[in-house]
Nanobody
Framework: QVQLVESGGGSVQPGGSLRLSCVTS????????IGWFRQAPGKEREGVSA????????IYAQSVKGRFTISRDNAENTVDLQMNNLNSEDTGVYYC???????????????WGQGTQVTVSS
């Protein structure tokens, strides 16, 4: 059974940082693309970042480039998202997902976590 569990969300002031973690089980991380997505209230789900199975290719949404960094540790079955210089537009529920295509399109992912809330507010 494939499971993805996110952690690390919370409340932070603008300009602050958070590090999200996605722990996976039941899948071979060596062959899986892992993506991070977010959804703000009243908005559609948005792809934030994705990292390929080789760990060499990463994708970032334009809105987070230069502020967010995705990384993976296949031995520990984890994928992290370091988020710096957060602003109110980054508020939302963040999900990690596993799939086979290196893309920010959520429809191409097969397995999803339950999400973790990130709130950026002064």
């Amino acid at each position: 059974q494939v499971q993805l569990v996110e952690s690390g969300g919370g409340s932070v002031q603008p300009g602050g940082s958070l590090r999200l973690s996605c722990v996976t089980s039941g899948l071979n991380l060596d062959y899986s693309v892992i993506g991070w997505f977010r959804q703000a209230p009243g908005k559609e789900r948005e792809g934030v970042s994705a990292i390929s199975s080789s760990t060499r290719d990463v994708i970032y949404a334009q809105s987070v480039k230069g502020r967010f960094t995705i990384s993976r540790d296949n031995a520990e079955n984890t994928v992290d998202l370091q988020m710096n210089n957060l602003n109110s537009e980054d508020t939302g529920v963040y999900y990690c997902a596993a799939g086979g295509v290196h893309t920010l399109r959520g429809s191409r992912y097969d397995y999803w976590g339950q999400g973790t809330q990130v709130t950026v507010s002064s």
